[in-house]
């Protein structure tokens, strides 16, 4: 990773040729260390017989698709997890071969052809979803069946059949041709919470289901239930795979899964000091005016906005990285610009670097800290920035 100081001596020539996203206005870099390290911790902490599924869903949470699960499965991940079949073309088309799960809903058949035209492996969630499946193999003369993925709804009222039926639904599943169960697997409401009720409810409910196939003839060959938060609170959680998405990405999913496991963000946001000026007390910032200089005041402009995925409502409230020190963005947030109170850096230039997330220094500013000040999540703020801010990976 450049330093400050390296990025202000490389020379127009050099930016152009070696380092060619310094020429951008903003960028978003990966850490791919970082994110191999997230990989090797996750799979310090999982029983011996479970693998790691990578989930690379929204490109990767906005870090990039391909690049990343790249990386998690030369780190040790089995599976990859993505939400679309689009999504799971993207990674084979790049050559990646490793088992990869659709866990959101298919029924059509276009994309039923599809799935098996590139080996990708479906959730079912209905027996009706079954059936077309099956008439659809049948209709194309799939030779192969194809590996399906039977969801459980346990308790988080989204996709899979409900649990009370899900015996009645597997043995359906059993029955039909070109279809093959390779795992049955459930989706845990509550597990970032510190109260761990419903979360064991779920879990005695997905038990209460494998045992009742066992007392008909089948036994599952896979079972999951885990995500990040789950993978991070208890072992018995873990089955044959944890689905792991923020946790690869170095977040975490609740503050007291800290102590848990050490990991490193992987995303950093990027962007250069477009103009530098003075203005007099009174002056007003940006549209509205939401903010007014009390006094005289040092500003630089910096080319990124809401349009990048950097909040609005973050506007007068976010700080940013300048060599290391915290400063204070002012004015409401454009679509491609935003304004800083550099006052304490008086000799800032135009194109210098700003970190917006990262860190500098002793310095750091995650997505976490955005979410929280906003109320939301950090899936939310990762997921938000655009893809025209080029993704740069690192090592």
Partial sequence: MLSHEQTSSVTSNQESNTYPWLS????????????????????????????????????????????????????????????????????????????????????????????????????????????????????????????????????????????????????????????????????????????PTTMKQQQQRFEQVIAQLRTVGIEPPCLHLANSAATLSDKALHYHIVRVGLAVYGLYPADHFRLNIDLKPVLQVKARVTQVKTIPPGTGVSYSHQFIASDELRLAVVGIGYADGVPRNLSNKMQVLIRGQRVSQIGTITMDQLMLDVSALPDVQEGEVVTLLGTEGKEQITAEDWANQLNTISWEILCGFKHRLPRVAMT
């Fill in 24 to 195: 951008q206005r903003a960028w978003v870099e990966i850490n791919l260390s970082a994110l191999s390290y997230n990989v090797k911790q996750v799979l310090r902490i999982l029983s011996a017989h479970t693998q790691l599924m990578a989930v690379v869903k929204a490109d990767a949470y906005g870090h990039g698709a391909v690049t990343v699960a790249q990386t998690a499965l030369e780190s040790g991940a089995s599976w990859l997890g993505v939400a679309t079949v689009p999504e799971g073309i993207q990674l084979r088309e790049a050559g990646i071969k490793a088992p990869i799960l659709i866990l959101g809903a298919t029924h059509t058949p276009e994309q039923i052809h599809a799935i098996a035209q590139w080996k990708l492996q479906p959730t079912l969630i209905s027996p009706k979803q079954a059936l077309v499946f099956s008439n659809t193999l049948e209709a194309i003369n799939c030779k192969t069946p194809l590996p399906v993925h039977v969801k459980l709804d346990t308790g988080m009222s989204r996709l899979g059949t409900n649990w009370q039926e899900a015996a009645e639904f597997v043995q359906l599943v059993e029955r039909l041709p070109h279809l093959t169960i390779a795992s049955i697997y459930s989706h845990l409401a509550t597990a970032d919470s510190l109260d």
